[in-house]
């Protein structure tokens, strides 16, 4: 990790920042001026009294300070002073912590400004009980790097190690990590490498962080492989430590890994992984990486020895869209693809559907099978942010089917060879949209933002009034969870069939053993039914409107819709659109 | 391999073309509008009664009729009608044919423009023996596929499958590889996937082959990964078996493989390997593959089992650069990171010099570490078309430094650890410069190629009118060789040291041995003599402008300058610039 300041002697700091282009740097610290020296490779350093509290900025050739690309603080917003903050002044009460072992994660990701009406750390802390009684073992954070403006999904970032003000800062961001440590929840950072948010961005006036070599969904990309690309390596590399090692998240989430364009001979992604092993060592914990990759290949979550990038799992999205798919009827975009119960039954043996195959949407052929990698390399989940975030109206799958599939849904996603992953809100069934929106405080950006959304969906036949406005603080407050929809029979009903299906899953190795040719699965496409069998367990799903009877025997553990759940002379019967688990009798 | 046209009924052939955006196709064969069916995935098909020899093009939603993307012949240019042709008319003499191991090839690179007067295939045939006794064992030609105009190098060319017809077609081509074969000579063809020619690229009427999410330094990058990359694939990795299976070759040489962007599970690299793999099983003959690379990445010369693209071997400029810019004190441009005794000494024990360390060149780390790769994955050499033909002025390696210079750079390629290959002329020092021509038909092209080459050198402190035009038809006349240049007593002596090294290499199994690990040099950075020791061998070489002596004794096998080169009281004196090769008494 290059440090970006360092302790010089007698209680002053040696600052330091890279700005190859530079003909003069100087640092302002506290309204005053100090000119900097110019350091090898475009480095520029000084060593000056400082205190923690002190803002500062870097001048480059004459210009307005700007804030420090690695500011840990940035009190008053992404395009002011950053302040000088002490790590050590927190005092941490996880010394003795240790996260569960990986393969049991059962992940909860949330947004901190939409968890709890007051949107900080500190209330979401207020909420972590609620997680530890459904059973939650590891709580995963949306981006909380500073964005511009206070509503946001993190996404467009500006300032990579400075947690969000709005949400209550460097020190709000440890005393929830903290309190997650306490209650044995372990802690998931989503971090996004490859573009920075387009207002707020500094970093281009620094040095070379881009490059028009590539191109991206968001622009230009990150310069992973370009002139000047050692430093940008080193800025994320040390991004990823410093969450590890400054606020002791036990994992970091890496977004959209398919658009780090690196032709390195070591991928940015295997260098993060060898780096973060060796802190791993150091810190004698586990650490963890996942990573959102759409490039369907293997290497992604093959170990560094033989030959690959070395994340612990990655997100599967051909699970969520098989099984989305199946369930609403969906053929929109990328669910062109999917819509057989084969294919949900390929993603319950394999984890991918497509593993070289030839994809519509894609208008290529996708995917390489992973030969032989463990289930628990790949994250399964029926909601995320972006499935339901990136619908015009922002809907949950329990808003968009009944709620005997959303059970279903839960029952496979919750007893299936992966790593489950739940979206806040989604154990109760909440009715709460989760809504795309932004508060980017450049009147033309946010315009632009808000134009382009209607345009986006326009594109799929909505009427631009029917599609909630971003920049609209109302989009934001309707995207709040309501916690009073717990009080409700029916989402109290829903929630206790989440918790019953984790508790079933902590208390049976067999569901955590992520050995995917120990899993089989029967189905008939026509009359709508699937069985997963998972050591001497059978999880039996019936995915049509009517009845269906199959065979199959054994004890019921538990059933969605137990009314409906019958067996007699070898046949299970279960009612429209439920499912059942089974301790097989061998 | 998809075959663009194959036998149909009772003489007729089933013509087929990719064309996913058009409206309607025909085929115009011989004169005669064919309207083609449309299949699955964007293909066009037709069934007609059709002869070789028949012209015939493609006329997309009622344009005019282009030529055929996979076109096998062009007689009249790239801009014109497509000529059907039959491969199995032609009498191969080569049944029996077997290529020489390939740990033992030593390439002769040659371009057919110019290699002859006649700038033919037939007229390169009659010079195949000067090869045979030079102890030559396999041919590389420089791109032979089709380019716009008569004068070219060849990486300018847009009809992949057609051979240059000012060369002498298909037919010239295969009497070439077959009058190779009738000598023992091992065929080498150049090829460029990478992009196509700014002039005759008729490709990107027909499909998406290109895409901008990449930029090369020939603009958009050819499509290997977007929609539709799965045809543009099978066309790239059709050619590749085309030149094996239709024209003999041995090994296909693969340009710039940095600048075949492709993040598909499944590089491109590795498919060809895959796909030429189980031709070479099929043909019951070895096939090779040798790329040029300049990623720094041993995943290139990896076989597919470790993970790797299992190219046979790769280009290794860091041994050239390592070799010239001690020989030349050259320092501009990619020359800026080499110059050191110790670096040529890395590159002879190692295959590269940078293998992670920061290139000031590149303004970024480069390599990384091959670890365990065999010398005879690396090519080395001390001159290439490029590397004479990108210099302002075409110079050979022996007209910047004197002969003495010259003699030690062959001495050192030829007893490297790594496959050597020369540069046409090379053998005997030719004084004719190569230089970098074209033959655009596009007057408009034609002035900005002049006017570029003018504005790069320029840049580089060159007086333009020093830069030879390349579309002047007389800097094409000036690079062809000189074969009269053998009369001369200097060229003869030069070439009597080629041959004599190649003797010896071709007679001495420690030579051909390509385990890094046994190779071990010693060097003086300040005296600048270097010794290389290869199993029962010792190369040694003063680079210095001065005699020097050092500790080393054996039987004297060559010396570059017999009479400075002495031996006595357990030290070998070296005149100045002069190589040594010992035979050690153990």
Known sequence: MVAHSSQGHDGSMIMEVWAPDASSVELVLDGVAHPMERKDLGKWAVEVPAEPGMRYGYRLDGGDPLPDPRSNCQPDGVHELSELIDHRSFDWADQAWAPPAFEGWIIYELHIGTFTQEGTFDSAIEKLDHLVHLGITAVELMPVNSFPGKRGWGYDGTSLFAPQHSYGGPEGLKRFVDACHSRGLATILDVVYNHLGPSGNYLPRFGPYFTNAYSTPWGDAINLDGPGSDEVRAFIVGNALHWFVNYHFDALRIDAVHALLDRSPKHLLEEISESVQILSERLGRPLHLIAESDLGDPRVITPIDKGGWGMDAQWNDDFHHALHAV???????????????????????????????????????????????????????????????????????????????????????????????????????????????????????????????????????????????????????????????????????MHDLYKKLIALRRSHPDLTDGSLEKVTVEYDEEQRWLVMYRGSLAIACNLSATSTSFPLTGELLLATEPEFTQQGGGTLTLGPESAAILHLSQ
Chains 1, 2 share one sequence.
């Open 327 to 493: 369930l609403t009827g969906e053929r929109d975009g990328y669910y062109l693809d999917f819509g057989n119960i084969e294919q949900l039954a390929q993603a319950l043996k394999a984890a991918w559907v497509y593993q070289g195959a030839y994809s519509r949407f894609r208008g290529r052929s996708h995917g390489r099978p992973h030969e032989g990698a463990s289930g628990s390399r790949f994250l399964a989940y029926s909601q995320t942010h972006d499935q339901v975030g990136n619908r015009a109206q922002g809907e949950r799958l329990s808003m968009l089917v009944d709620e005997n599939a959303a059970r279903v849904a839960a029952a496979l996603v919750l007893m299936s060879p992966f790593i489950p992953m739940l979206f806040m809100g989604e154990e109760w069934g909440a009715r709460t949209p989760w809504l795309y929106f932004t508060d980017h405080d450049d009147p033309e950006l946010g315009k632009a933002v808000s134009e382009g959304r209607r345009h986006e969906f326009a594109a799929f036949g909505w009427d631009p009034a029917e599609v909630p406005d971003p920049q609209d603080p109302a989009t934001f407050e309707r995207s709040k969870l309501d916690w009073a929809e717990l009080q409700n029979a029916f989402h109290a009903q």
